[in-house]
């Protein structure tokens, strides 16, 4: 792999890795809701398109859909019963919920083929154009990236993110002030699932091969940094964040490490890299989250 298809490839990571960022910042940002499974969603998205495209035949378009739909669907069933959960305790419901739908994809070996996972999968096809190179891809990655940013900028700076913020603030209130906190929750956690099923299609269509291993907790604590770094409640901040952390590993490639300790020794810098980040912006690149919302609810 050449330099340049080498950045491109970054590239590519990072506009999926921002949709994922983009999503779960509407629910952990604006709302307040502390999600650690949003990784389940991102596999949810990418093995429904991959079985779809693989053993249905379906075009790219709707198995793209179909993978948010789904996990827009699991989104609301995990919704319904952590509604009246905060804080930490809520965070420990999402992350049994990761580990739930990552076991199923382990073991139902009928339907995901385990451990063995999913090879084949075809690359995206549009009105006759494959997109079939990095380069190609990217602009695809690119224009949903920026759809993603659009819609969910849309939906916070609406009267809709302004109960999504007072949500945030003080349920009570928010309550007392006639709104359904109980619908809202669960209308963002669906609309957060969405994308983050988009971007897992687009991931399994980009690799062409997935398998559990891609859908660990490790990846929602990966996300779950890229929207601190970049700033709670920021939409620039959460597409920065993401870019940050998919390029900031990089450079440790090239350093003269021993090979038997390659691995380690560049965790241990990349985690120094990412306190070092936190402890000079505390609030992230952007200091999107304010304490107090400003203004009135309509």
Known sequence: MGFEAYVINLL????????????????????????????AFYGIGAY??????????????????TGGIIASIFGVLLAFPTTKLRGDYLAIATLGFAIIVENIFRNWTSLTRGPLGLPGIPKPSL?????????????????????TYVLVNYIVSSPYGMVLKAVREDELATSSLGKNVVKYKIQAMAISAFFAGVAGSLYAHYISFIDPSSFTIIESILVISMVIVGGLASMPGAVI???????????????????????????????????????????????GYVHKIKGGLK
């Open 48 to 65: 429904t398109s991959a079985l779809l495209a693989l053993n249905l035949g379906a075009p790219f378009w709707l198995a793209i859909l």
């Open 127 to 147: 009105f006759g154009f494959i997109f079939s190179n990095t380069s190609s891809y990217l602009i695809l990655v690119v224009v949903i990236a920026i759809i």
């Open 241 to 287: 964040g993401a870019i940050v952390l998919v390029f900031l590993p990089e450079p440790l490639r090239f350093l003269p490490i021993p090979s038997f300790a390659i691995g380690a020794l560049r965790q241990m810098i990349y985690a120094g890299l990412l306190v070092w980040i936190l402890m000079k912006k505390p609030r992230g690149f952007f200091e």
């Open 12 to 39: 590519v990571f990072a506009g999926i890795y921002s949709i994922l960022s983009i999503s779960l910042n509407l629910v952990m940002g604006y709302a307040g809701l502390l999600n650690m499974g949003h990784v």
